[in-house]
């Protein structure tokens, strides 16, 4: 008999994994078309189901809203690691990382506004998931630094520095475009970032701007 009710709780958690994995994607939709300030209303209409439904399987908003932030952070970092492995050296990686941070934030301006401003947040976070996020980045852009340049040590700064200012400028851009488009501020980013490296990082000479 145990074995039977295992069987039957794997299954239904299974179930629950795909249905909350449903609702966030319904969550992901609605929000590009109400807007970052879409309302639980939005999110079951877009499912195709009630209020109660989605609280069944996000016990509040804010469970909701993490679910949301961690879908966002799983493309990003896909889109942001694959990008940097297919360039060949190190200027062209930072530049390749760059391009593709602000390509998902242009792509999904709503989605991302959602994610930094929390309209679905009603109650203290056991942890920021924009604070992680923007660290796993980091680790991320960190790695490749540190293998480019063979010193793990510094990586760790100067792959969080780049990341943050990035963010800063993106956020900026976002909020205020000033008629600049996103492969011109990839490109003066990727130029701030470098001068940086190129002066501070002990870079071999051949893969300068390769």
């Known amino acids: 008999m145990k074995t039977a009710r295992d069987r039957r709780a794997s299954r239904w958690d299974a179930h629950r994994a795909t249905r909350r994995a449903q609702l966030t994607d ?5 929000i590009r078309t109400h807007g970052a300030g879409v309302g639980m209303d939005d999110v079951a209409a877009r499912a195709g189901t009630s209020k109660t439904v989605v609280y069944r399987h996000f016990g509040d908003r804010t ?10 952070a799983e493309v990003l970092l896909g889109q942001v690691r694959a990008a940097m492995d ?8 930072t530049a390749a990382g760059i391009e593709a941070y602000l390509r998902l934030i242009e792509h999904d301006p709503e989605v991302y506004r959602f994610v930094v401003h929390r309209p679905l947040v009603d109650r203290a976070l056991d942890a920021d998931p924009v604070g992680d996020l923007v660290s796993l980045v980091g680790d ?6 540190a293998v480019r ?3 793990a040590v510094t990586a760790v700064p100067w792959g969080h520095g780049i990341v943050g200012m990035v963010r800063a400028a993106a ?3 976002l909020a205020r475009p000033s008629g600049m488009t996103r492969s011109e501020l990839a490109a003066h ?12 990082v002990a870079i071999p000479r051949k893969e300068e701007r390769s």
Request: charged share 15%; aromatic share 6%; net charge negative.
């Open 26 to 30: 319904a969550a992901i939709l609605a």
């Open 63 to 72: 469970e909701l809203y993490v679910a949301v932030c961690a879908r966002v």
């Open 86 to 93: 297919a360039a060949a050296g190190a200027h062209a990686q």
């Open 140 to 145: 991320e852009a960190a790695a490749v630094i």
């Open 149 to 151: 340049t063979g010193d």
């Open 171 to 173: 956020d900026n851009w």
């Open 189 to 200: 980013l990727t130029e701030l970032a470098w001068a940086g490296l190129s002066g501070v």
